[in-house]
């Protein structure tokens, strides 16, 4: 019973037990928590100055 971690690009992992959801960007409440984490220093931009194209919460 290890840890499972999941790949989600660019040499970055996340830890299966801690996702909760994988959503899109472009609905507006995802696009207020994007800020608001953004605001609290709480987001993790993992894109590397691509386009957006998957929410990891």
Not at 3 to 20: D, E, H, M, Q
């Given at each position: ?20 959801a ?36």
């Open positions: 019973m290890g840890i499972k971690l999941i790949n989600i690009g660019f040499g970055n992992i996340v830890s299966a037990n801690r996702l909760v994988i959503v899109s960007p472009e609905s507006a409440p995802i696009k207020r928590i994007i800020q608001e984490a953004r605001d609290r220093g709480m987001l993790i931009d993992a894109t590397y100055g691509r386009r957006t194209r998957a929410v990891i919460i």
